[in-house]
């Protein structure tokens, strides 16, 4: 929550989130100032992050990275709908791929990503192996919108650090679910 006193924002810090904001910054955000919750929805609404999801989707030519139907033999899910999937799964601290298969049978938000077919676990991890780097890029632009609506920013030109930033925790977000996909394995 935020709340406007003078010319000064405070916000509380939210159970389970990393996030601080500093008394005082109200024409920048400092790097160290921001931290994002491990859950976006504790910023946004599921719904908005599934639109969000989608429009960064539909902004991408997904053939330029090398994601066709054809490239991905018989697949469970279309590599869109993977994509979609991971994103969103990262986004609101669900990285292990068994929790995700799980979750895209028993919860809402998941299954409306799935287009009526639930990926396996496997399918999973190797999608995530196989397009990380793309994976990467989906998250900074979510958590960029997320971190825009939060502080309501608009289209200001984030800080160079900042942006740095979002990258680190979308790469620490990958890594984590390798890792928890690699516990997994043992």
């Known amino acids: 929550m935020r709340s406007c006193i003078g010319n000064e924002w405070n916000a509380r810090e939210s159970k389970g989130s990393r996030f601080a904001f500093r008394p005082g910054r109200v024409s920048g955000l400092a ?81 409306l990503l799935c287009d009526g077919t639930t990926p396996y676990a496997r399918e999973l991890t190797l999608f995530r192996r196989r397009n990380r780097g793309l994976l990467v890029t989906l998250l900074v632009r979510l958590f960029t919108r997320a971190l825009r609506e939060q502080f309501v920013l608009g289209e200001a030109n984030l800080p160079l650090g900042l942006r740095h930033r979002l990258h680190e925790e979308a790469v620490e977000r990958l890594d984590i679910a390798r890792h928890m996909d690699t516990v997994d394995l043992d």
């Open 31 to 111: 790097i160290e100032d921001v931290r994002l919750p491990l859950d976006l929805r504790e910023w946004v609404g599921s719904g908005t992050l599934i639109c969000w999801i989608h429009e960064e989707l539909d902004r991408f030519c997904l053939q330029d990275f090398g994601l066709t139907e054809a490239s991905y033999p018989e697949p469970i899910c279309q590599p869109k709908t993977l994509l979609a999937i991971l994103v969103y799964a990262y986004a609101t601290e669900t990285f292990e791929s068994e929790g995700i298969e799980h979750a895209c049978k028993s919860d809402t938000a998941f299954r």
